[in-house]
């Protein structure tokens, strides 16, 4: 039974520049959510999506976007890269929306970005 | 709002002593608890969760933990440390929107 999945595990993008990041939920998963841990903090919540729309929101500015997809697999979008957004961005996933605070989440191993 | 505070940025323990890593919690509602642990360069896996049934919770790893509603508390224990353990650890708190707020986060090193 395959786990959360995310990719790239690395990347390296300029300022200024645009990043997509991707993610499939654990199988049977309908639920994803978004979150950046930067370098010695804990994770900051993005975002949440269900049924291909976003339920939830973050405090993030607008240069974070996201899609999940009729598989439920989603992406996040970060346009205008600013060097404060190198970080880890985690993506977990849940059987539903109201189901993640009763059974926890399932957590992807991240992708690294680095903004230079 | 729901908040939680780990009162310990870095525990460091002999291998073979308790663990303790101490959460308070901060929720309008009947918050769900969990503890998730981080080891480098890797994703997040849960270690328990509280969900209001039982207040002391068992779970992988020889992990503990006890909700205690009085003191807002939900630290996790461990009898024995083994060198395995030596990872970052988080507390979190959710509520029925799925609203899930984490700790800053907790070193745990262990010593030989």
């Known amino acids: 039974d395959a786990g959360v999945t995310q990719s790239p595990t690395h990347l390296i993008k300029t300022r200024g520049q645009q990043v997509t990041l991707r993610c499939s939920p654990k199988s049977g998963h309908d639920t994803v959510s978004w979150y950046q841990q930067a370098l010695g903090q804990g994770p900051q919540f993005i975002f949440q999506?269900?049924?291909?729309?976003?339920?939830q929101r973050g405090n993030f500015p607008d240069r974070f976007s996201g899609h999940q997809f009729p598989n439920y697999s989603s992406e996040l979008n970060v346009n205008a890269l600013l060097l404060g957004d190198s970080a880890l961005y985690l993506c977990a996933s849940s059987l539903s929306w109201d189901r993640g605070h009763l059974d926890g989440y399932t957590f992807g191993s991240g992708t690294r970005l680095t903004v230079v | 709002a729901q908040s939680v505070t780990q009162l310990d940025s870095h525990v460091s323990v002999s291998e073979g002593t308790p663990v303790l890593l101490r959460c308070n919690y901060s929720?309008?509602?009947?918050?769900?608890l969990f503890w998730y642990v981080q080891h480098p360069n890797k994703g997040l896996q849960l270690l328990l969760k509280?969900?209001?049934?039982?207040?002391l919770v068992k779970g992988i790893n020889g992990f503990e933990a006890e909700f205690k509603k009085s003191e807002t508390s939900f630290h996790l224990t461990k009898p024995s440390a083994h060198m395995s353990d030596a990872a970052e650890y988080f507390c979190?708190?959710?509520?029925?929107?799925?609203?899930?707020?984490f700790g800053a986060g907790t070193r745990l090193t262990v010593k030989p």
């Open positions: 509280y969900t209001s049934a039982a207040t």
């Open positions: 929720s309008s509602y009947s918050p769900s």
């Open positions: 979190v708190v959710s509520d029925r929107r799925g609203d899930m707020r």
């Open positions: 999506y269900y049924e291909e729309e976003e339920r």
